[in-house]
């Protein structure tokens, strides 16, 4: 019991690491700003997604006993297509998610399935959002805080507390910070059950493709409805 605290513990303040350094990286615009750089706006979601990617991969790098040979370990082709079609399917299971959100908070979220989104493909920040965010948060939750708490706590257990750390990261935390922030809980609450498809996909599969491939589809049909 005394070891499940433990490894509990070291995963809440790997994420608390986790928030403070995207919260760093994403300063990175003062020394764009120093240095000139101009118009680096127009590319800030791409170079924050690098950046916090290259951040995350030099961080498992280390704790991984500088070796990223175990990080895309292989598995049969159908993980890779279930993990396809649940990100797909996973934006239209957000309307009975948002009734019951909506029951509870008193809010009125509606998708309107109007797949207007397509003419925004073409913009480069995109890059970031569909295969580098996802790609970095992946590693992070599934390969890094569920697989240790798999060796180490019931696997229901480990798959509930990466997506509560998951889902963390997406919470309205930052009205803690700015007076201005009024963000509620409602994206906190759809990625906990995001979180919960991807450890699922990760505890079946054995690899971390599928939890990837599930989120970068989700984010592409966030992108396309």
Do not use: C
Not at 122 to 129: D, G, K, P
Not at 138 to 145: A, K, N
Not at 180 to 195: A, E, H, I, P
Not at 211 to 223: D, G, K, R
């Amino acid at each position: 019991m005394k070891k499940e605290i433990v490894i509990i513990s070291k995963a809440i303040v790997a994420t608390l690491l986790y928030v403070i350094g995207i919260e760093l990286i994403g300063s990175w615009f003062l020394i764009a700003e120093t240095i000139d750089f101009k118009n680096y706006y127009e590319y800030y979601t791409l170079i924050q997604g690098a950046l916090q990617l290259i951040g995350i991969l030099i961080f498992l790098y280390f704790v991984n006993n500088r070796t990223f040979k175990t990080l895309f370990e292989k598995t049969h082709r159908k993980w890779w297509i279930l993990g396809i079609i649940l990100g797909i399917l996973f934006v239209f299971m957000q309307t009975p998610l948002n009734l019951v959100y909506n029951v509870v908070s008193g809010t009125e979220y509606n998708i309107a399935y109007r797949f207007d989104g397509f003419s925004k493909l073409n913009n480069i920040n995109l890059i970031s959002v569909f295969f580098l965010i996802p790609i970095g948060e992946e590693l992070f939750f599934r390969g890094y805080i569920q697989n240790n708490l798999q060796q180490n706590t019931h696997t229901i257990i480990a798959i509930l507390l990466a997506s509560l750390m998951f889902a963390s990261i997406h919470s309205p935390y930052m009205n803690l910070i700015l007076e201005s922030s009024k963000q509620d809980w409602n994206l906190f609450y759809l990625t906990f059950f995001g979180g919960q498809i991807s450890g699922i996909l990760y505890f079946k599969s054995k690899s971390i493709v599928p939890s990837i491939l599930f989120h970068i589809f989700w984010n592409l049909m966030i992108s396309i409805v």
